[in-house]
Nanobody
């Protein structure tokens, strides 16, 4: 059982930056793939980026490559998402998720067992 708490969302102008954090408040991320998903109003939950906690392999959705970076601080059981050059289309609720995803399933929400409560990111134009 893993419980996570996200933080760091907010309102930012286009071109700005935010850093999201996801900390395991119960359990550990060890052995899991930990990822960020986002959901825009009226939209489906979509994969943003993720990392294999043990090996450090990183995965990204095409539209965020070069702008977003995931990183982890294993001692604190915390995942980060550094978001630079934000665009209005990045607006949404960002969720942290953990599961036994592998490279072929990492972008599927079905591969994740545990989800945080989400944090709102709003990018104004």
């Amino acid at each position: 059982q893993v419980q996570m708490v996200e933080s760091g969302g907010g309102l930012v102008q286009a071109g700005g930056s935010l850093r999201l954090s996801c900390q395991a408040s119960e359990g550990t991320f060890s052995g899991y793939t930990v990822a960020w998903f986002r959901q825009a109003p009226g939209g489906e939950r979509e994969f943003v980026g993720g990392i294999r906690w043990s090996g450090g392999n990183q995965y990204y959705e095409e539209s965020v490559k070069g702008r977003f970076t995931t990183s982890r601080e294993t001692a604190k059981n915390t995942l980060y998402l550094q978001m630079n050059n934000l665009k209005p289309e990045d607006t949404g609720v960002y969720y942290c998720a953990a599961g036994r995803a592998i490279a072929s399933t990492v972008k599927s929400a079905r591969a994740y067992y545990y989800w945080g409560q989400g944090t709102q990111v709003t990018v104004s134009s």
